[in-house]
């Protein structure tokens, strides 16, 4: 005889809208997550399956609702999110005893591969942070040789950085809401808290941006407005020209700001980063995935930066160049600052 679990009929009646925003916000995530599961729920997953009670959710009936999406013109990408939380939520409805089984079911639903993005060569970092207004030429390229997230680079203090150690401390990011609202918190992930070592061109760089362009010891921004305010990505973009600026240092166009990450992952990897070590630099992984990861050894992190180094020098003196100096005189600049808060 086959053993069932008894539910409480009472429990499944609860409309999937009501149990899912509760689900939503009660859930511990980030606000700029919680608000972007809000606008997928929003617009993707309520009207369609709001109206139904929990127990009456099927994988037939989940099937529909994914048909219905994709026939309807949802990208594949935002389709998967979707489903994704929507497994999410089911999952929680299993725990909680509402449902027997998770009624989400389609092998790869969740999964989406998105292309692969473009990554800069060594020179091309250089050009692009030599084309940029004096104030952020120091964050191009602490975004490619450190591979820092725009919002942890947005978040640093002077407190996070290091000078004599070479070293930078992630302990923070600044996310921005989609209604234009700026919120201090902590990374991503545990993955995300991490120190890393910086190659050594690149200390120098930061102690001359730093003397020039940050705010006040401690806790003032790196990397800020004229007057100490915080960086946004819309501003940043209209300050610096970014569409007409990476087509004019020989870049792609639709190259984005993350790409510079994804160009210091492939820097890292090919100056002999296991993927243990690449993780750590990167900060990379969910909870479980950070234990495995945020052990890389300071000294092979240090190693890692000399390569680095090493990689660039050799490019930049093939080139005929030098290396990075943070020399102009931003007051004969003439750039107007947009990026004050």
């Known amino acids: 005889m ?140 602490s975004a490619a040789f450190t591979g820092l997230r725009w919002g942890e680079l947005a978040g640093l203090r002077r407190c996070d950085l290091d000078l004599d150690t070479a070293t930078l401390h992630v302990r923070r990011r600044l996310a921005q809401l989609s209604r234009g609202g700026l919120r201090p918190g902590p990374p991503k992930s545990t ?44 501003n940043f973009g209209r300050a610096t020209n970014w569409p007409t600026t990476i087509i004019k240092t020989g870049l792609p166009a639709g190259f984005h700001f993350h790409d510079l990450r994804h160009t210091g992952n492939h820097l890292a990897a090919t100056a002999g980063a296991s993927t243990r070590e690449l993780m750590h630099r990167m900060g990379h992984g969910t909870m479980r995935a950070a234990l495995i990861y945020q052990h890389a050894t300071t000294e092979r992190d240090r190693r890692i930066a000399t390569q680095i180094a090493t990689l660039v020098d050799r490019e930049r003196h093939h080139h005929g160049r030098q290396g990075p100096i943070i020399g102009r005189d931003e007051q004969n600049a003439g750039v107007h600052d947009a990026l004050d808060t």
């Open 191 to 234: 993955a995300g808290i991490r120190t890393i070592a910086l190659p050594s061109f690149l200390v120098a760089t930061l102690d001359n941006h730093i003397a020039a362009y940050s705010g006040p010891p401690p806790d003032g921004l790196i990397f800020c407005g004229q007057r100490g305010g915080m960086l946004r990505r819309g």
């Open 2 to 141: 086959l053993r069932r679990e008894w539910l409480d009929p009472a429990l499944g009646k609860a409309l999937f809208s009501d149990y899912g925003d509760q689900w939503i916000t009660e859930h511990k995530i980030s606000a700029r997550t919680r608000e972007e599961y809000r606008s997928i729920w929003r617009h993707h997953i309520d009207p369609f399956l709001g109206p139904i009670n929990l127990a009456e959710l099927s994988p037939a009936v989940i099937r529909t609702w994914r048909t219905t999406l994709l026939s309807a013109g949802r990208s594949e990408d935002r389709t998967a999110k979707a489903y994704r939380l929507v497994r999410a939520i089911c999952t929680t409805a299993v725990d909680d005893g509402r449902i027997t089984r998770n009624p989400c079911r389609i092998k790869g639903a969740g999964e989406h591969r998105t292309p692969e993005r473009p990554t800069a060569t060594i020179t091309q970092v250089f050009d692009l942070a030599d084309a940029m207004p004096p104030r952020f030429h120091a964050l191009i390229l």
